[in-house]
């Protein structure tokens, strides 16, 4: 009703300490044996964690998440082509959006990297972007919606 995607609002929401409603029902579908298996598995390397998910039940985003915080590196996936650009490239990429001189589209485009790679970068190293495509809503809709939501 504000024109605002909701999780967008969820996650405004919840930086600023909003509770938001929690959904009803059981909370996960797996057991802790379950999730034991799938990991042993991760850390011998006889399954990737898309086959583990899908074997043991466990939704991939809990397992990935789940073997990054134990440590457990994942195997490659077979059909990861290695880059087509260079981390010099990267590089030169960040330090022209950082010095705005270009745009993440635009660098995307010149070096050769991809979208989410640059925006990845960009967030990790507090780059901040210009907000030139100005957002759909205004700050008085978004300030409507999360005075709603509380």
């Known amino acids: 009703t504000f024109g605002i995607p909701s999780t967008t609002l969820w996650q405004r929401a919840h930086r600023l300490g909003i509770d938001t409603p929690k959904k009803d029902g059981p909370t996960k579908s797996w057991s802790d044996e379950s999730l034991n298996n799938a990991l042993e598995a991760l850390r011998t390397g006889t399954i990737s964690a898309n086959k583990a998910s899908?074997?043991?039940?466990?939704?991939?985003?809990?397992?990935?998440?789940?073997?990054?915080?134990?440590?457990?590196?994942?195997?490659?996936p077979f059909n990861a082509s290695p880059t087509t650009w260079s981390p010099a490239d990267?590089?030169?990429?960040?330090?022209?959006?950082?010095?705005?001189?270009?745009?993440?589209?635009?660098?995307?485009?010149e070096f050769g990297i991809p979208t989410g790679t640059l925006y990845g970068r960009c967030k990790r190293e507090g780059i901040e972007l210009s907000?030139?495509?100005?957002?759909?809503?205004?700050?008085?809709?978004?300030?409507?919606?999360?005075?709603a939501v509380r």
């Open 54 to 76: 899908k074997a043991f039940g466990i939704p991939s985003s809990t397992l990935y998440k789940i073997a990054r915080r134990e440590g457990i590196r994942l195997a490659a």
């Open 90 to 109: 990267l590089d030169r990429a960040l330090e022209a959006i950082r010095s705005g001189q270009t745009s993440v589209q635009r660098a995307s485009t």
């Open 131 to 147: 907000r030139s495509n100005p957002t759909p809503w205004s700050e008085d809709a978004m300030t409507e919606a999360l005075e």
